[in-house]
């Protein structure tokens, strides 16, 4: 029988590469709670129809990515693909948008059916900031700030914010004219792709990867100029504030994202060493969503982060060594029946007084268990033998200076001696 294994683009996290993971998560938490922003957990099944109507039907995400299927209920189902409908439907669900503003974010596995490659798959995970009910420019720079914090909290640098303005939907309205007149002129230069989105989502043809519909698009006409007064006035107010936070930018006029929610506001951070996958956080202002599923008029502000691209910078700019799980206080070793039956209390009371301690169980000779203890990096190793189960005292060998003559202890000497030596 041939063994099982994992599907296409769903990856095992395993021991060696979770420490890494959890250092961003602590520093995500740390960052979110400074900023008073409280943490929400929705489900990772939806009904189809959230994101269908949230997302849109003609984009990329809807149409061809997601996980969707019946249940035996024959109710449309689908794995979440993001995370903003999913809040916002249950900001709406719970009455939380009647209790005043919300700040919130989210952490969790997402799904798309697209091709895997390097940081990114079909599970993949995200971190994401929700402000609902908050329509001052400010608040747009606030949110960018906390994510550029984050980052640099992870350790990243060399990293660049892009801006534009989608501007609102009237102004949307002139400028997907204006740009389908001059696209359909120049239909025949377009790639397959764009000619497709020409018809269901052509301002999605700005975010082309295609190198000569790039080239073409820079005689095309601009968002920025079809921007109304005081749509540019918005979006000056959140350059000002940004440049007040000393946080640099690039004016990118043909960024877009690729969910049909977004207004005003739009940025990504991105990253030069992650290729032609430069994004590492994404996000904008999205003041119609909240409407759109069912909601009262509700402003509203986000980004989110994507955790595999995030760990690949973190692990490229720390280094192997500080990928490592974490080392314990002590480690207990032991022989013989009577040994052993002191052994795992001992741990457990050295875990209840604060201590990380790993207990081997192998029962194999003192050299190989010291030799294990020393692979796992512990600076202390408690020693119970037939010899000292029998006084009732454990042996504390020092692993890093093997020169320190031995201790023998009892148990809450032991304890106690590793607390106040600051071990634990």
């Known amino acids: 029988m041939e063994p099982l294994q994992s599907l296409r683009g769903m990856v095992d996290l395993l021991p060696e590469q979770t420490p890494v993971w959890q250092r961003i998560e602590a520093t ?27 997302i849109g039907v003609a984009t990329d995400v809807v149409g061809k990515e997601m996980y969707s299927f019946l249940d035996r209920g024959e109710r449309h189902c689908t794995l979440r693909p993001e995370g903003t409908a999913s809040v916002v439907r249950a900001a709406i669900q719970h009455g939380l948008l009647s209790q005043g503003a919300q700040r919130l974010w989210y952490g969790g596995p997402m799904f798309r059916y697209e091709r895997p490659q390097a940081g990114r798959q079909r599970q993949f995970h995200q971190i994401g900031l929700e402000f609902l009910g908050l329509a001052d420019p400010r608040s747009d720079a606030e949110a960018i700030a906390i994510a550029w914090d984050l980052l640099a909290g992870v350790g990243l640098a060399g990293l660049t914010l892009e801006l534009n303005s989608l501007g609102s939907h009237d102004d949307r309205v002139r400028f997907r004219a204006a740009l389908v007149g001059w696209l359909e002129e120049r239909r025949d230069q377009l790639d397959p792709d764009s000619q497709q989105r020409l018809v269901s989502n052509p301002l999605r043809i700005l975010d082309s990867k295609n190198p000569a519909t790039q080239a073409l698009l820079a005689e095309a006409p601009t968002l920025a100029a079809a921007l109304a007064p005081e749509s540019r006035e918005r979006f000056e107010r959140v350059q000002e504030a940004l440049s007040r936070l000393e946080i640099p930018f690039v004016l990118n006029p043909r960024l877009v994202r690729g969910l049909d929610y977004y207004g005003h506001t739009a940025f990504e951070i991105t990253s030069s060493q992650l290729g032609a996958q430069a994004t590492v956080c994404g996000g904008g202002r999205y003041d119609t969503l909240v409407q759109q599923l069912g909601g009262p008029v509700t402003p509203a502000v986000g980004w989110a982060l994507g955790m595999e691209r995030l760990v690949l910078l973190a692990q490229a700019a720390d280094g192997p060594a500080s990928q490592a799980a974490p080392a314990p206080d002590l480690y207990v070793v032991s022989r013989g029946a009577a040994a052993e039956a002191l052994a795992l209390p001992l741990a457990r009371r050295g875990r209840r007084a604060g201590l990380a301690v790993e207990l081997d169980f192998s029962g194999a000779a003192f050299g ?20 000292e189960a029998a006084e009732g005292v454990v042996v504390l060998k020092d692993l890093r200076a093997k020169a320190t003559a031995d201790r023998r202890l009892t148990a809450e000497a032991l304890l106690a001696w590793l607390r106040e030596s600051g071990s634990a």
């Open 368 to 387: 190989k268990q010291f030799k294990r203890a020393d692979r796992c990096g512990a600076r202390w190793a408690a020693v119970i033998g037939e010899a």
């Open 28 to 54: 995500a938490r740390q960052h979110f709670r400074r900023a008073g922003i409280a943490e929400i957990r929705t489900p990772l099944l939806e009904v189809t129809e959230l994101f269908a109507r949230g």
